[in-house]
């Protein structure tokens, strides 16, 4: 699959990268977001929903484990999955029910439910560097490809 890289100097740069993706991601994409605290997880969610249209405060869903979104009849889940001791938590949360082919799942800290999860569309890779952050975008699937292509050009 393909990958490809970029340089984020700033919040605003972030959050139209996420306004791209948001735009060009049909129903039931799955994409995963990975990187140590504080490199801008969250803030990649919010500029993604915001993008689609949502007014509200997007907040993490740190204690919550999802938080969701209705847009324009278009189901988005916003999943933290940092607290979480043992990967089967997220099933018996009935975490499988949200994965379906109308609805976009972002998921921050997708290794803590290794196993439990659908195989990604896409994989963002963020970290830091100097101000800004670093971006490696993954597709990890034939949709993700045909996404990643058309951020690409």
């Known amino acids: 699959m393909s990958q490809l890289k970029r340089h984020l100097v700033n919040e605003t740069a972030q959050l139209e990268l996420a306004a791209q993706i948001a735009r060009l991601s049909p129903p039931g994409m799955v994409i995963f ?3 140590d605290l504080g490199t ?3 803030t990649f969610v919010r500029g993604f929903i915001q993008a689609l249209g949502y007014q509200g405060v997007v907040k993490s869903p740190t204690y919550t484990l999802v938080e969701p979104y209705v847009i324009n009849n ?3 889940y916003h999943f933290d999955l940092y ?3 043992d990967p089967e938590e997220l099933e018996y949360a009935g975490g499988r029910d949200y994965f379906t082919r109308q609805a976009i799942c972002l998921l921050e800290w997708p290794e803590k ?3 439990y999860l659908p195989q990604p569309d896409l994989i ?3 970290s830091y560097r100097d101000s800004g952050r670093d971006v490696l975008i993954e597709s990890g699937s034939d949709q993700g490809e045909r996404l990643l292509m058309t951020l690409d050009s």
């Open 40 to 42: 801008g997880k969250t």
């Open 83 to 85: 607290r979480l001791a």
């Open 33 to 35: 977001l990975q990187g």
């Open 124 to 126: 963002l890779h963020l």
């Open 74 to 76: 278009r189901s988005i």
């Open 113 to 115: 439910a290794e196993g």
